[in-house]
């Protein structure tokens, strides 16, 4: 699925209530780097913190157009390791293991990505 098609989606989906998306989702995916991770562990859940974040500041930079430096990457890794994959780990998004910095999809992966559009 194609970026601009998930945001709109998702838009529709917040201002209309959709309650096939829990609440706590839709908070989560407020800041831009929630959003891009779940685009990412849409397609591909079983990643690494280091791999999530190279996604992360790749598309960030894409999508404004600059050029990203090793301290983009190391703030973006501690932003997702300290608070989004922890809020996605606790919604049941993922399954984080904080030690190995791993990630894999959590039973409600599937769900909350059929309802986003995001189906694998």
């Known amino acids: 699925m194609e970026w601009h098609r998930f945001e709109t989606t998702l838009a529709r989906?917040?201002?209309a209530g959709d309650e096939s998306i829990p609440s706590d989702v839709f908070d989560i995916l407020s800041s831009e780097d929630?959003?891009?991770?779940?685009?990412?562990?849409?397609?591909?859940?079983?990643?690494?913190?280091?791999?999530?974040?190279?996604?992360?500041?790749?598309?960030?930079?894409?999508?404004?157009?600059?050029?990203?430096t090793p301290a983009?990457?190391?703030?973006?890794?501690?932003?997702?390791?300290?608070?989004?994959l922890p809020k996605l780990d606790a919604a049941g998004y993922v399954t984080y293991d904080r030690?190995?910095?791993?990630i894999e999809a959590a039973p409600r992966h599937d769900t909350v990505n059929a309802a986003l559009g995001l189906a694998r």
């Open 72 to 84: 983009d990457h190391e703030n973006v890794r501690i932003r997702l390791h300290h608070a989004v």
């Open 13 to 15: 989906q917040q201002f």
């Open 99 to 102: 030690s190995s910095r791993t």
């Open 34 to 68: 929630a959003r891009y991770t779940v685009y990412a562990l849409a397609h591909d859940p079983d990643q690494t913190l280091s791999q999530l974040a190279d996604f992360v500041v790749g598309f960030t930079a894409m999508r404004s157009g600059t050029i990203t």
